[in-house]
């Protein structure tokens, strides 16, 4: 029943910003910690920023885009979020959300990010 949905992705220049967001339904979302990755073209996938449930809220960040991007959530929206900002080419790739939950992993089907003139 656990089902997340990205959005927000798109073609944008270096340097640009964009929003993504991830609408989470099927499971008590404010208890769990979620996730983004991306995968890009002929890379594993990566693990880029994490946020924890709503008693002890902290985020973390690849060093990749730590200082660029950041994680969020709306809770009463069961709505996660990652706002990029300083977009390089390197940043392309296909971005997901996840949630850890029984021990299994759960993905959205997610958005494609496109960074180039």
């Known amino acids: 029943q656990v089902q997340l949905v990205e959005s927000g992705g798109g073609l944008v220049q270096p340097g640009g910003s964009l929003k993504l967001s991830c609408a989470a339904s099927g499971f008590p979302f404010s208890l769990y910690t979620v996730k983004w990755y991306r995968q890009a073209p002929g890379k594993e996938r990566e693990w880029i920023a994490s946020?924890?449930?709503?008693?002890?809220?902290?985020?973390y960040y690849a060093d990749s885009v730590k200082g660029r991007f950041t994680i969020s959530k709306d809770n009463a929206k069961s709505t996660l979020y990652l706002q990029m900002n300083n977009l390089k080419p390197e940043d392309t790739a296909v971005y997901y959300c996840?949630?850890?939950?029984?021990?299994?992993?759960?993905w959205g089907q997610g958005t494609q990010v496109t960074v180039s003139t």
């Open positions: 996840n949630v850890n939950r029984g021990g299994h992993d759960y």
């Open positions: 946020i924890s449930n709503v008693s002890s809220i902290q985020m």
